[in-house]
């Protein structure tokens, strides 16, 4: 099955600094790379996904890369601010119109924002 | 609309006791799944449903099972609960290859 790494897993920047988080992943059939993120206490949330025919996506202060060859992809936060502060979850699956498995993540980045 | 929901929110078990714990949603979405929280090591995919009637293994199934006897709603059991169950259980939904949704956690302390 699928294998999923993820690194830091601890990340702590200065506010306004940029974080950057890797992950990589072992089945080159995996086509939908999903991050979320987690604050203490509460469900994961998307905030952004990218799938495998495109290789950058952004989103205001948050990008994600993709390098299909490598394996791997990273997700990109500029002018980190205090409320970035979170776990955050790489995960990656595969679907094929007629069956889907489910997401597998990484073990997750604790990100802290210093003021 | 109210998403994702799980019920119960808390519970403590004694070992060996049994528990259903129910996930509702209200999305129309085909893909159900539950996951299993812990310091440390992610979230790790239980079982999961493509659709009504449909159950799948995931990473770490032993002493678990589901049932999806409606789209709604996706059961996730534990026929003789022991200490190692210990966890934050989450279901999630989605759309084949879109965000998955998740509900707010039940948090499972077996004794």
């Known amino acids: 099955g699928e294998n999923v790494e993820q690194h830091p897993s601890t990340l702590s920047v200065q506010e306004g600094d940029s974080a950057v988080i890797k992950c990589t992943y072992s089945d080159s059939a995996s086509n939908y790379f999903p991050w979320y993120k987690q604050e203490l206490g509460k469900r994961p949330q998307l905030i952004i996904d990218i799938r495998s025919n495109v290789g950058e996506k952004k989103d205001q202060r948050i990008a994600v890369t993709l390098n299909k060859t490598a394996k791997h992809f990273s997700l990109h936060i500029t002018e980190t601010q205090p409320e970035d502060s979170a776990v955050y979850f790489c995960?990656?699956?595969?679907?094929?119109?007629?069956?889907?498995?489910?997401?597998?993540f990484g073990k997750g980045t604790h990100l802290i924002i210093q003021p | 609309n109210a998403g994702v929901t799980q019920t119960p929110k808390f519970r403590v078990l004694k070992t060996g006791q049994s528990m259903t714990l129910l996930c509702a949603q209200d999305?129309?979405?085909?893909?159900m799944y539950w996951y299993r929280q812990d310091p440390g090591m992610g979230l790790r995919l239980i079982h999961y449903?493509?659709?009504?009637?449909?159950?799948a293994k995931g990473e770490v199934p032993d002493g678990y099972n589901v049932s999806r006897l409606k789209k709604q709603n996706f059961l996730l059991g534990l026929e003789s609960a022991a200490p190692s169950q210990t966890s934050v259980y989450f279901c999630?939904?989605?759309?084949?290859?879109?965000?998955?949704?998740f509900g707010q956690g039940t948090r499972l302390t077996v004794v």
């Open positions: 999305m129309n979405h085909e893909y």
């Open positions: 999630a939904s989605s759309y084949v290859g879109q965000e998955a949704f």
């Open positions: 995960a990656a699956s595969w679907d094929s119109g007629g069956g889907a498995d489910g997401l597998t």
């Open positions: 449903s493509v659709g009504e009637g449909t159950t």
